[in-house]
T-cell receptor, first 111, second 114 residues
Framework: AQSVTQLDSHVSVSEGTPVLLRCNYS??????LFWYVQHPNKGLQLLLKYTSAATLVKGINGFEAEFKKSETSFHLTKPSAHMSDAAEYFC?????????FGQGTELSVKP | ETGVTQSPTHLIKTRGQQVTLRCSSQSGHNTVSWYQQALGQGPQFIFQYYREEENGRGNFPPRFSGLQFPNYSSELNVNALELDDSALYLC?????????????FGQGTRLTVV
């Protein structure tokens, strides 16, 4: 069975500084990986997806993630955090059409 | 906006009652999945429907059941509600054809069981 592990339950950054949210995956074959964001009292929004076309994936709102098979990682980054980035972020792997979510990382952005 | 709408947005039920949650999929999508998100947790897969047939089920008891209609809208039914069923229930629609496709989520229904 596939799984994802988000290494930090909470990350706090200052506005304008880089963001790094870490995710490791476990899969016996080439996985399909996603990052979703959930703002308070809102549904889930897709930030980006990896489906083996390119290892560096660019998403919305300046986010990107790099698939590293040797490290079984799919970390999410952004060069400069905005206050509006404060939210819960989920690393997700797809297995047979169903999505398997990590536990989530809460991102706080300080002024 | 994802084009996926869920109703109601909030619901309070008493333990032992039954509840029906509804989801209207995005136009053109043939697959709907339901997820349960407990407070402070990631969403957990309940089941998926593809062209009106159940197409996979997570680790949830049979009192969780569903339907998908010809217009691809969907219902989630939960019988004999328990306190632990209190959660945000999310519906996701997608177009499933071979390779993995993107899932679009609704805003969710917040169910409170008292």
């Amino acid at each position: 069975a596939q799984s994802v592990t988000q290494l930090d339950s909470h990350v706090s950054v200052s506005e304008g500084t880089p963001v790094l949210l870490r995710c490791n995956y476990s899969s016996s074959y080439s996985p399909s990986l996603f990052w979703y964001v959930q703002h308070p009292n809102k549904g889930l929004q897709l930030l980006l997806k990896y489906t083996s076309a390119a290892t560096l994936v660019k998403g919305i709102n300046g986010f990107e993630a790099e698939f590293k098979k040797s490290e079984t990682s799919f970390h999410l980054t952004k060069p400069s955090a905005h206050m509006s980035d404060a939210a819960e972020y989920f690393c997700v792997v797809s297995e047979g059409g169903k999505l398997i979510f990590g536990q989530g990382t809460e991102l706080s952005v300080k002024p | 906006e994802t084009g996926v709408t869920q109703s109601p947005t909030h619901l309070i039920k008493t333990r032992g009652q039954q509840v029906t949650l509804r989801c209207s999929s995005q136009s053109g999508h043939n697959t709907v999945s339901w997820y349960q998100q407990a407070l402070g947790q990631g969403p957990q897969f309940i089941f998926q429907y593809y062209r009106e047939e159940e197409n996979g089920r997570g680790n949830f008891p049979p009192r969780f059941s569903g339907l998908q209609f010809p217009n691809y809208s969907s219902e989630l039914n939960v019988n004999a509600l328990e306190l632990d069923d209190s959660a945000l229930y999310l519906c996701a629609s997608s177009f499933l054809q071979g390779a993995i496709s993107e899932a679009f989520f609704g805003q969710g229904t917040r169910l409170t069981v008292v």
